[in-house]
């Protein structure tokens, strides 16, 4: 290197010999010399072969920075000048004196040095071709013109010429990073045969080709371009779009950076998640490199419309069920010791993850439990704690902590709940392996309608539902999601359903009737945008794929076309004499009690299982309250408080040979109170 910026010197002091006395010359005899002639000059070797015959590299290197100038004399020249300048500080003070240049380092330097015979304005045109050569090389200051732009002086030139092809570290401090990817990349399991597809267009179709991956956060984009450039033989130069861009348009500083390591470099760029306006898109197809580009994005952004050039698009779609059981096993086995008994159907029939999400899932399984055994319900724990990104809106947690066993329900019920949990579990087999996801490509979510009155156990069937499927309850807040202004229900809506399909939530929707009342006849505009969030509400549940719970006490005011969207319409009434005597033998377990009649509690009144367990709650209360020890007296107290709550007007005949204790009761409350 300290060669070329000799030559630079030599180039210099001819120039300066006419123009300046020698005490200029002694001012600066580090870098020039008075006395070097045209044929020192001349017989000084210019070709890379000639200049590094005994340093290999940098004559490999310096003959791709001769080939990028075209041999020009000014941009070499002007590549020279700089490495001159970051070898010896005072070569911009020199400039300025001697040429008296106020921008230091230019083209129109260049020029004069290299064509000492010529005035600027006869080199306009070649000073204008040699700057656009070196513009990116040299990192020239934009927005100026041309001839006055100085060019920025750092180290990556100079860094390149001795062999290192590590990226700019401003580029580093912005996420930006170089991605070997042939070291070490796992095999493309799912999208292998597409990467081929890509890999053998690109071969076929050399120079710029707008690759665009759009797949959601996770899906493996980055991971398909990483794989077909290394199909290619190529390393990607990995960079944010949100650290070169905005929507206002790219930052010239970060973005020219990054224009110059793919000048340097045989890599490919790779520019993650690109957003943004049409024009801005339509940027990239003046990025002046003749290879492949690749772009990742959501789903939502679009290119083809808005660009001319050559463009291969590639859509990273959701998996299924059976390719993300696939994947499962596939990445169990490369993360974990013994992956012989790892759940991976189980998950997959049940969780709707990417590619990405699992690889983290893996991991934090690996770190925390390496060798098992693996209890599904732990997995889906980690499962929700990658999933939760803290953004869920106008949905709340539900703790799931009843389990099958706590549910008292008559048998049909029972029946259609294993019915509800067999379509979730099943749906690879029956979707996928049977073929049946084609005939079916909408109305596969798990719809179940709760309906019954107060207290007969909807809400409870939501948590044992979800606890046995092991996915998480998000029950949804109707005060926060129906609004009077026009469109701002189905606005809500839709991010609830939007949540809940990322994460696989189980969605519950209580007292929803709300929701679902009947379509009315249109009379007013109010008719009108209130039968849209119902028909709204019918689309985004047949759409979505994962499992919806409503409960309503009044099955008679809900919509018929709501009725029929329901996979399953479990109606709950209120308990027979059996499974009363069930709910309350289940509800005082136990408690420290004598002389209860169960006879008489579950014959006595038809409560429901909800009512059962507030009685038997605040008995067991007063029961601590008095000697700790339940007695009848302390159920007919309660039993009459939960009754007389609700409005209803009781006798203490109504309760029997226990109309007593009632009396008692009574008779001791002093006025004014119930």
Not at 84 to 108: K, M
Not at 381 to 408: H, K, P
Request: proline share 6%; aromatic share 8%.
């Amino acid at each position: 290197m300290k060669r070329l910026a000799a030559l630079a010197a030599f180039k210099l002091s001819l120039f300066l010999q006419p123009r300046v006395d020698s005490a200029f010359f002694k001012q600066y005899s580090r870098l020039i010399a008075p006395d070097v002639t045209k044929e020192e000059l001349a017989a000084y070797p210019e070709t890379p072969e000639e200049l590094f015959p005994d340093e290999p590299v940098l004559a490999e290197r310096y003959r791709y920075l001769y080939n990028l100038c075209g041999g020009d004399s000014i941009a070499l020249t002007a590549v020279q000048l700089y490495l001159l300048a970051l070898l010896e500080e005072r070569t911009l003070d020199l400039l300025r004196e001697g040429f008296g240049l106020s921008n230091g380092l230019t083209i129109e330097a260049a020029g004069r040095i290299a064509c000492q015979d010529q005035e600027t304005l006869d080199l306009l045109p070649r000073l204008r071709n040699a700057f656009d050569k070196v513009e990116l090389l040299l990192q020239a200051e934009p927005g100026m013109d041309f001839l006055k732009a100085p060019f920025r002086l750092d180290g990556r030139l100079a860094a390149f010429l001795q062999g290192d092809d590590t990226p700019d570290r401003r580029l580093l401090e912005q996420g930006v990073y170089a991605d070997a990817s042939n070291a070490s990349l796992p095999p493309a399991i799912l999208t292998g045969e597409l990467v081929e597809q890509t890999a053998a267009h690109l071969r076929e179709n050399p120079g710029l080709t707008l690759v665009h991956i759009s797949g959601e956060p996770g899906s493996g984009r980055r991971f398909f371009a990483r794989h077909t450039a290394a199909r290619l033989d190529r390393e990607l130069l990995v960079t944010p779009f949100h650290a070169v861009a905005s929507e206002q348009g790219f930052f010239p500083g970060p973005w020219r950076l990054v224009l110059r390591e793919l000048l340097l470099s045989r890599r490919l760029l790779c520019l993650r998640e690109i957003q943004g306006p049409p024009g801005l898109l339509r940027q990239l197809e003046r990025i002046p490199v003749s290879r492949p580009v690749f772009l990742t994005s959501r789903p939502a952004v679009k290119t083809i419309p808005f660009l001319e050039g050559s463009i291969w698009p590639v859509q990273i779609p959701a998996l299924t069920i059976l390719q993300s059981a696939r994947l499962w096993r596939a990445l169990a086995s490369e993360t974990l010791p013994d992956a012989a008994e790892f759940p991976g159907e189980a998950l997959a029939a049940k969780m709707n993850l990417t590619a990405g999400q699992i690889v983290r899932i893996l991991r934090l399984l690996k770190n925390q439990c390496p060798h098992g055994p693996w209890e599904e319900r732990e997995i889906f724990r980690l499962c929700y704690q990658v999933l939760d990104d803290g953004r869920y809106e106008n949905i709340r947690f539900v703790d799931a902590s009843y389990t099958w066993e706590d549910l008292q329900l008559e048998d049909r019920l029972k029946e259609s709940l294993r019915a509800v949990c067999a379509q979730v579990e099943h749906q690879g087999l029956v979707l996928d392996e049977w073929g049946l996801r084609r005939r079916y490509p909408y109305g596969r979510c798990v719809s179940v309608l709760l309906s019954g009155p107060p207290g007969t156990g909807k809400t409870m069937t939501a948590q044992v539902l979800a606890s046995r499927l092991g996915l998480a309850l998000y029950k949804v807040d109707l005060s926060q999601i129906v609004d009077k202004y026009i469109g701002e229900t189905e606005k809500r809506l839709r991010q609830v359903f939007d949540q809940a399909e990322k994460s696989n939530l189980v969605l519950f929707f209580d007292e929803a009737d709300a929701l679902l009342g009947k379509r009315s006849e249109v009379k007013d505009a109010k008719d009108k945008y209130a039968n849209t969030e119902v028909a709204y509400l019918l689309q985004r549940m047949e759409e979505y794929q994962g499992v919806v719970l409503m409960a309503t006490n009044q099955a008679g005011s809900i919509d018929a076309a709501f009725a029929r969207r329901f996979r399953y319409h479990l109606a709950f009434t209120l308990p027979d004499e059996p499974l009363r005597r069930k709910i309350w033998t289940g509800a005082l377990a136990g408690i420290p009690a004598e002389g209860i009649q169960l006879d008489y509690l579950t014959q006595q009144f038809p409560l429901s299982g909800a009512q059962i367990k507030n009685i038997a709650l605040n008995a067991a209360y007063q029961a601590a309250a008095d000697g700790k020890i339940l007695h009848m007296d302390h159920l007919v107290r309660a039993m009459f408080q939960e009754l007389q709550k609700e409005g209803k007007v009781l006798l203490a005949s109504e309760f029997g040979e226990y109309g007593v204790m009632l009396s008692d009761y009574l008779s001791g409350i002093p006025r004014g109170e119930p």
